[in-house]
Every structure is written in C-alpha cells, then in structure tokens.
C-alpha cells in the first residue's frame, strides 16, 4: 500500500473542487448584494436568489444518481464543472433580476452532478 495520493487525477479534483465552491461561494454572498445595489433590488430579492439556487440543487439530487450512471462518472463531472463554470460568465452582462434568477436556478442544476 505505498500508493501516492499526490497524483495528477488527484491534484486536478482538489483544484477543480476549490475553484467551484470557491465560485459558490464567492456568488452566494455576492449576488444578494449586487441585486440590492445595482439592480435596486429588495433584501427578499436577493434571498430568493439564494433560495431558487439551492431548491434547483435539491429538487435536482434525486435524479442524480440515474443520470451519472447512464453518461458516466467522469463524463458528467468534466460537463457539470464546465457548465458551472461557464454559467458563471453569463453573470457578466446580466442587468435583470428575472434572467438572474433563471440562471441561478440552472447553475443550480449544475452544481449536483
């Protein structure tokens, strides 16, 4: 049993892994605020903001399961991690809180597989 952990594979889920929630996290604090300030938003907008992307993940986990085993493990994780991360540069150009909201709710989606 004197196998590395330290491996390539290794090393780029740990990196994978801490450039997603560092995202998540990053938006999940952010965008409550950006809907307030720029978006003249109220404090219950930005909470829906929360809420929407954290029920798409629920609703979503169920179904999960079935999905990974039909496309493959690594498969869905390579296309999960690249949809969030590029849903996350859709948030650029957004100017309102309805296409926030939807974008939210599918990053959410995202973010179970």
């Known amino acids: ?61 169920p179904f999960s399961g079935a999905i990974i085993e039909k496309f493959g493990k690594k498969r869905m994780a390579i296309f999960s991690s690249t949809a969030f991360a590029l849903l996350t540069y859709l948030y650029i150009p957004i100017d309102q809180f309805q296409t926030l909201l939807m974008l939210r709710f599918v990053q959410g989606i995202f973010l179970v597989f």
């Open 1 to 61: 049993m004197n196998e590395r952990i330290w491996t390539k594979d290794f090393i780029m889920i740990v990196l994978v892994n801490l450039f997603t929630f560092t995202s998540f996290y990053a938006l999940l604090t952010l965008l409550p605020i950006y809907t307030m300030d720029e978006l003249n938003g109220t404090e219950s907008q930005g909470g829906l903001l929360v809420t929407v992307f954290l029920l798409s993940a629920i609703v979503t986990r």
